[in-house]
């Protein structure tokens, strides 16, 4: 059986686990936000920039985390595919354009209405939504 390219596996590995380590920290920032009672942050006019760096860290750990498990699926289910870096830049892509329309687009907030960089996320989601079915596919096509 050959193997998948360690590259991209490697590649995976930093950013699944750089990608947790930084969304795990904006994690606590929001939790020290919370816990001195910085109105900035959670008075009702910042209601949407609560809710979107929520967003941020919620879907930022979780993608750092499907990137982990990308890698390690790669290392243990060789894949031989045609596409890999494809399909490895679009969850890359992905995983970073989703995370970031949320965190940048509740920086400055305009009447409850987030700013221009909330278009990163919808971007993000149709990368991660082509980027998924591939893998999977890729999978299941091993050989």
């Excluded at 006019?45 to 760096?53: I, K, S």
């Amino acid at each position: 059986m050959m193997e998948t390219d360690p590259r991209v596996v490697r590649r995976h590995f930093l950013f699944g686990w750089g990608l947790l380590a930084s969304f795990l920290a904006l994690g606590l920032v929001l939790e020290m936000l919370h816990g001195l009672k910085i109105q900035w942050y959670l008075s009702m006019a910042n209601e949407t920039r609560r809710l979107l760096w929520t967003l941020a860290h919620a879907h930022g750990v979780l993608l750092g985390l499907l990137n982990v498990v990308y890698a390690l699926s790669l290392r243990n289910f060789a894949v031989r595919s045609r596409r890999l870096n494809l399909v490895s830049g679009l969850l890359i892509g992905g995983s970073l354009a989703l995370p970031s329309g949320f965190l940048l687009g509740g920086i400055i907030v305009h009447g409850g209405d987030p700013n221009a960089f909330i278009a990163l996320s919808p971007v993000g989601g149709v990368l991660l939504v082509s980027a998924v079915p591939m893998a999977v596919y890729d999978f299941m096509r091993r050989e």
